[in-house]
């Protein structure tokens, strides 16, 4: 067995870094502060849904997981307040992804953990580092701790404030269905998804959420999916607004290295793919470095152009208009119609 590499958190980052350690012929040793496989309960079972591109993602990870994902019936649909929004004809050519998250059978994260047990990776649950811990960490260390405040502070990332509400109830098990949602009670986006018996939905917005905003919102899923959920609750988490690979002589994974979002890569592909590079910095630096910067191009200046919009006093109007634009282009040029705009292509 060769030089010991420990991992804090045993989330996608940490799960894809440990299995290439392992492959490679490393000891990896991954610490997770939960009792076990799946991250925290109180946001989790859950459904993400995210762009995916399944064989170069597979070919770069080094492993398949097609059986945790599965596309949603058809691309998302798009609702701003209750009214259906007609996006532009090649939205028809895109794809959408549902995966589960949790550590129940079918999860993502659960494939990841048995994968990684049969490759010979050690786990450590309940142990919840702290700052002092993961400073005084072992040079090489690789930290994929999410969406927690202390360790962006620690690490020295920039990072903004997100509020969530969340729910889910069971459904039938053959649905994978997506929807996105807009309007007056969320400076950001909601959305729903469902697959493997569970529909789930989560509103995200940067700016706290007051109570009857959240009651408009649950109207709108009423009466646009005929969806009303009792298990209501809500959680903080932090996102970052800047990347970084290296902090000191330890490695950022996963969220905290800003593999996440600009501008709809959302995070699941982000944090797979991170968990890769922040495993080949021990076997082909070179190649990880590159990598980075390849798959973190054009972050600053897609984070910027978000803020800015955001800010803009009818950016919600704005998004009107851009659609109707797009579908403008669409009939003045019917060439554009089949060609495929994915928001975000990893590669
Ligand atoms: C509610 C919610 C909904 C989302 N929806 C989508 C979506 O629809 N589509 C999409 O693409 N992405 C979505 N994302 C983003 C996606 O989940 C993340 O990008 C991805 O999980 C990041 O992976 P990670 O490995 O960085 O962190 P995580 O998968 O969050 O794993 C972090 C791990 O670190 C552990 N940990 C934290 N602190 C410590 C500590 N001090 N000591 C030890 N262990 C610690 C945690 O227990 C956890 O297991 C969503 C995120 C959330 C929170």
């Not at 995210?50 to 691309?75: A, H, N, V």
């Not at 794809?95 to 049969?118: C, F, H, P, V």
């Amino acid at each position: 067995m060769g030089k010991t590499v420990s991992i804090y958190g045993a989330g996608l980052a940490g799960l894809v870094a440990g299995i290439h350690l392992a492959r490679s012929g490393f000891k990896a040793v991954v610490y997770d502060r939960e009792d076990g496989i799946g991250g925290s309960k109180q946001i989790h079972p859950s459904i993400h849904t995210t762009p995916l591109q399944p064989e170069e993602t597979w070919d770069y990870i080094g492993m398949d997981l097609s059986s945790c994902f599965k596309r949603t019936d058809k691309y998302p649909d798009f609702w701003y307040n209750t009214k259906r929004l007609t996006l532009p004809p090649y939205v028809k050519n895109n794809t959408a992804w549902n995966a589960e998250r949790g550590a129940q059978e079918g999860s993502l994260d659960r494939k990841l953990y048995e994968i990684a047990l049969r490759e010979g990776v050690e786990f450590i649950f309940n142990r919840n580092l702290t700052l002092d811990e993961l400073r005084a960490a072992p040079a090489g260390s690789i930290i994929a701790t999410g969406l927690y405040r202390e360790i962006y502070d620690l690490v020295g990332v920039k990072c903004g404030t997100t509020y969530g509400y969340m729910a889910s109830a069971p459904c039938h098990p053959g649905e994978s269905t997506g929807a996105l949602y807009m309007g007056d009670y969320s400076v950001d986006y909601g959305y729903s998804a469902s697959m493997n018996g569970l529909m789930y939905v989560l509103l995200f917005s940067r700016t706290p959420l007051k109570k009857k905003k959240i009651e408009e919102f649950k109207e709108v899923l009423k009466k646009t999916e005929h969806l009303s959920f009792d298990n209501w609750h809500s959680f903080n988490g932090f996102f970052p607004r800047e990347t970084k690979l290296h902090w000191e002589d330890k490695i950022l994974a996963g969220t905290l290295s800003g593999m996440i979002e600009p501008f709809w890569g959302y995070g699941v592909v982000g944090a797979l793919l991170s968990g890769k590079v922040a495993g080949l910095l021990h076997t082909d630096p070179e190649r990880a470095e590159k990598d980075f910067r390849k798959f973190t191009a054009g972050f600053k200046a897609k984070l910027a152009r978000k803020e800015k919009m955001d800010k803009l006093p009818f950016s919600k109007m704005f998004l009107r208009l851009s659609i109707l634009k797009a579908r403008y282009d669409c009939w003045r040029n019917p060439a554009l119609k089949n060609a495929v705009r994915e928001p975000v292509r990893w590669f």
